[in-house]
């Protein structure tokens, strides 16, 4: 069976975890309504644009040598961290997505409130705060028409 893409959109807008797909290009393909509520964003806004406006113009070399360690790994398959926008911790994870042929395709990037996993943390003195690179650091850029995604 075919998954057509206007289904798969709907399965993933469906789901309470955010979802980002990001292509060889470094375009946002998939950017699901949840993590556009995370993040305070339209998620129509994001996609076909550069991942790279989503963070802020100092981070653009960090975020570039995430996608590069991928593109460059295929044999490593996830990374994850935790992050702070803007007062809310959520737990990123990457996916290294390749085809059959272990061709680079693209990074998936998953997003989970973590706030109660963080205060547990915080309580058994076990957390470190993250250093944050993106979202709450400054404000990310905004496509020149975008708005600010209200569910």
Do not use: W
Not at 13 to 28: P, S, Y
Not at 103 to 127: I, P, T
Request: some cysteine; overall charge neutral; aromatic content about 8%.
């Amino acid at each position: 069976m075919e998954i057509k893409f206007e289904l798969l959109q709907k399965i993933i807008n469906a789901i309470d975890v955010g979802i980002v797909f990001v292509d060889t290009d470094n375009k946002i393909v998939i950017f699901n309504h949840t993590v556009g509520d995370m993040l305070n964003v339209d998620p129509e806004e994001r996609i076909g644009t550069s991942i790279l406006l989503c963070h802020p113009k100092e981070s653009e070399q960090r975020v570039l040598q995430v996608f590069d360690f991928f593109r460059k790994n295929p044999q490593h398959r996830t990374k994850g961290r935790i992050v702070n926008v803007q007062g809310r911790y959520l737990q990123q994870t990457f996916y290294s997505i390749s085809d059959e042929k272990g061709n680079y395709m693209g990074v998936m990037m998953v997003f989970k409130d973590a706030n109660e996993m963080v205060s547990l943390l915080k309580q058994s003195g076990e957390f470190e705060e993250p250093r944050v690179v993106g979202v709450d650091e400054k404000r990310p850029r905004r496509t020149n028409n975008s708005r600010v995604h209200k569910a």
